[in-house]
């Protein structure tokens, strides 16, 4: 594997007008056994390991989340036009996938090996140990997410690649979040309890990882074209990319509110339903189950009203269930649970539809220049997504901070009603407010089937020109 300069014409393309086969879709999913395990295990659990094993108290731990994840803003892209650069026998994007993937499952683990026991040493730790699996996702992630753009031309094809992506993104979902506080509880709770989670949850991406690499052995790998010079240069085109802007602040904003949602699962099963044994687990399967079920709605939704539209719907299910759930703590559980059902069947929507407006985007902007940089807008699009999951726990941590939520090294500690009123509207109204009003910016989002295909046609599929907007 080598990293060249750009350069025009290194590899043939396959015919990417082509369905893709069975095979190709289920292996490129499998991807998403590694990118749903570790975006939603570290948001889901680490923030209440530090505050409620490790002792640290709930604004620096939402510090020690954030730091890590808020590097990625600036490796994810630079990871991203490596992988634009790379040049080897098993395509530009693969090898990642493989040395990117391993290298996130060994890290995982070690980040809840806990060596240092409790204290400042064990913080600081976990910081460095974070940083580093950060930094190893993003050459996993990137060159993952820029496949699409390249595996097909086709523009339904790539709604269809994405449901199977999103589907299977919603059983890792539900086994990894569901799943890792029981073995934390099966393993004696606490650090030891932590330690064979990060285990059981390095072996869920090690089995993404090698799925990715293997089941896309016979995809198409897409035409390297010429890139741009520079990063710089780069980031100008864009920015030149309206609908992709659009976009990006839109699931970035988005992403904040689920990841600040996340965040307070556990505390609110803890202080609020008062069901600290099994009430992580129902909350999180009431909120990602729902997902494997209307999947294939979303699906026909989105091929009826078209794909910004179904965004849009889904988004008002998700901000509307999250400021429902408000009333948590004052009726029974189950209606709690049932509450955030509905919020997950928005989610689905929300993460298969901004999923599949990405690589049109992508598409879009290859049209207009002739020059292939998926990673670049991929590496932007992963960037701001983990930093969104990285800053709502820390958004969560300040509100709990602010309300005087107490720490302890020794398992969730009493806490005063003001405490608990922090955790309830950490986990319904902050997530509204992020993930509602920001909706609105879509009624600017205008690339249209016809606009893509209209593009096309006027750059063809060898074009060197810029195409104006």
């Known amino acids: 594997m080598t990293v060249s300069p750009p350069a025009s014409s290194q590899v043939t393309a396959p015919d990417q007008d082509k369905p893709l086969t069975g095979g190709v879709r289920a292996g490129y999913a499998l991807g998403s056994l590694a990118t749903g395990a570790f975006g939603t295990v570290p948001g889901l659990l680490l923030l209440p390991y530090l505050t409620d094993n490790l002792g640290v108290a ?21 990871a991203g036009r490596i992988s634009d650069r790379t040049v080897s026998r098993w395509g530009a994007r693969r090898p990642y996938l493989l040395f990117g993937g391993l290298a996130v499952a060994v890290l995982f683990a070690l980040m809840f090996a806990a060596p240092f026991g409790t204290g400042s040493g064990a913080s600081a730790y976990v910081a460095v140990a974070f940083l580093a699996t950060a930094t190893a996702y993003a050459f996993f992630q990137v060159p993952y997410v820029a496949m699409p753009a390249e595996m097909t031309d086709d523009y339904t094809e790539r709604t269809r690649l994405m449901t199977w992506r999103v589907a299977v993104l919603a059983i890792a979902i539900l086994v990894s979040g569901a799943v890792a506080p029981i073995v934390v509880q099966a393993g004696g709770g606490g650090v030891p309890g932590h330690r064979w989670m990060g285990l059981f949850v390095a072996v869920l991406i090690i089995a993404g990882a090698l799925g990715a690499f293997f089941g896309t052995r016979r995809a198409p790998v897409g035409r390297v074209t010429e890139s741009e010079p520079s990063l710089r240069a780069q980031l100008a085109v864009v920015r030149g990319n309206r609908p992709f802007t659009v976009l990006l602040i839109v699931f970035v904003v988005q992403s904040i509110g689920v990841a600040t949602m996340l965040a307070g699962v556990k505390y609110v099963a803890d202080h609020v339903l008062e069901r600290p044994e099994d009430g992580p687990t129902l909350l999180f399967a009431c909120f990602v189950g729902p997902a494997l079920l209307v999947m294939p709605l979303w699906s026909r939704i989105g091929a009826r009203v078209g794909k910004t539209k179904a965004l849009v719907l889904a988004s008002v299910l998700l901000a509307g269930g999250a400021l429902a759930l408000v009333v948590a703590g004052s009726v029974a559980p189950v209606v709690a649970y049932l509450i955030t059902g509905v919020i997950g069947v928005g989610y689905a929507g929300q993460q298969v539809f901004a999923m599949a407006m990405l690589p049109d985007c992508v598409a879009y902007d290859a049209a207009r220049t002739g020059r292939r940089q998926a990673g670049v807008f991929t590496g932007l699009w992963t960037a701001g997504e983990t930093f969104g999951l990285a800053l709502g726990p820390g958004i969560y941590a300040l509100v709990l901070q ?59 599929p060898d074009a060197t020109d810029r195409v104006t907007r």
């Open 402 to 460: 602010l309300s005087g939520y107490a720490s302890s090294a020794s398992g969730a500690a009493a806490q005063s009603d003001t405490a608990r009123l922090g955790v309830l509207l950490g986990f319904s109204v902050v997530p509204a407010l992020l993930v509602g009003p920001v909706t609105l910016l879509l009624r600017r989002y205008d690339l249209t089937p016809d606009r893509l295909a209209s593009v096309q046609v006027t750059a063809g």
């Open 58 to 78: 709930a604004g620096l731990a939402g510090l020690l989340v954030l730091v890590p994840k808020a590097w990625d803003v600036l490796i994810n892209p630079v």
